[in-house]
């Protein structure tokens, strides 16, 4: 089946630096989202990328969308304690017409301060 | 508005038995969406309800079931449980059914644990 596949598994980072996570898939994706989820918490909705090559922006998040719509990252510059979670994307299964997600493992973000 | 929520939080049965959990979405919501978390296999889509039907489902076995209600309420069901089936259960509700496409609202989660 479709798959999604996310790296790296696991980051630790000092608090003030840059993190950033990467989404590869084999085939053309329509979007992408973005989840994150906090320790003991649930999956809670960052963004959608729709175009090749897209940019987004929220403070100090920095969402891209490959040119060829295949790969997706998340940079997050400076990172804070408060940005510590499990940041996941998720595909959409081009078989079940737009209504099944699929997951990447996710990569867990840890902040030392 | 109230956010998405499942009842109960916490569930421990053992093997054999079977289960039902209760997602209400939020109000205006009629898209509900079942995924199941576990460490070793993620996050996993079980089902999509939308008005009262299945729209999509899963890869998983047949003792996973799901309806939704009238009401937009949705339930779902493992019947004879096994030890595997330990996980964090997820509901999630949007506007519009398609969750490829749609911004998906998740509630607190289930946390089921099977003895």
């Known amino acids: 089946g479709q798959q999604v596949m996310q790296i790296p598994q696991y980051q630790h980072v000092q608090e003030g630096e840059d993190f950033t996570t990467y989404c590869n898939s084999s085939?053309?994706?329509?979007?992408i989202q973005w989840y994150k989820q906090r320790p003991g918490g649930h999956p809670v909705f960052l963004i959608q990328?729709?175009?090749?090559?897209e940019v987004k922006k929220q403070k100090r998040l920095t969402f891209q969308f490959g040119e060829a719509k295949k790969n997706s990252s998340l940079h997050i510059t400076a990172t804070q304690t408060t940005d510590v979670g499990t940041y996941f994307c998720?595909?959409?299964?081009?078989?079940?017409?737009?209504?099944?997600?699929?997951f990447g493992q996710g990569t867990e973000l840890s902040v030392k301060p | 508005k109230a956010g998405v929520t499942q009842t109960p939080r916490y569930l421990i049965k053992t093997r054999g038995q079977q289960v039902t959990l209760s997602c209400s979405p939020i109000?205006?919501?009629?898209?509900v969406s079942w995924y199941q978390q576990t460490p070793g296999q993620g996050l996993q889509f079980l089902f999509e309800?939308?008005?009262?039907?299945?729209?999509n489902k899963g890869n998983f076995p047949g003792r996973f079931s799901g309806r939704q209600f009238s009401n937009s309420r949705s339930e779902m069901n493992v019947s004879t449980l096994e030890l595997g089936d330990s996980a964090l259960y997820l509901c999630?509700?949007?506007?519009?059914?398609?969750?490829?496409?749609?911004?998906?609202?998740f509630g607190p989660g289930t946390r089921l644990t099977v003895l």
């Open positions: 998720a595909i959409g299964d081009r078989y079940n017409q737009g209504g099944k997600l699929i």
């Open positions: 309800y939308f008005s009262e039907t299945q729209r």
């Open positions: 999630a509700s949007s506007p519009l059914p398609g969750s490829t496409y749609n911004e998906q609202f």
């Open positions: 990328l729709v175009k090749s090559g």
């Open positions: 109000s205006g919501h009629r898209s």
């Open positions: 085939t053309t994706l329509s979007n």
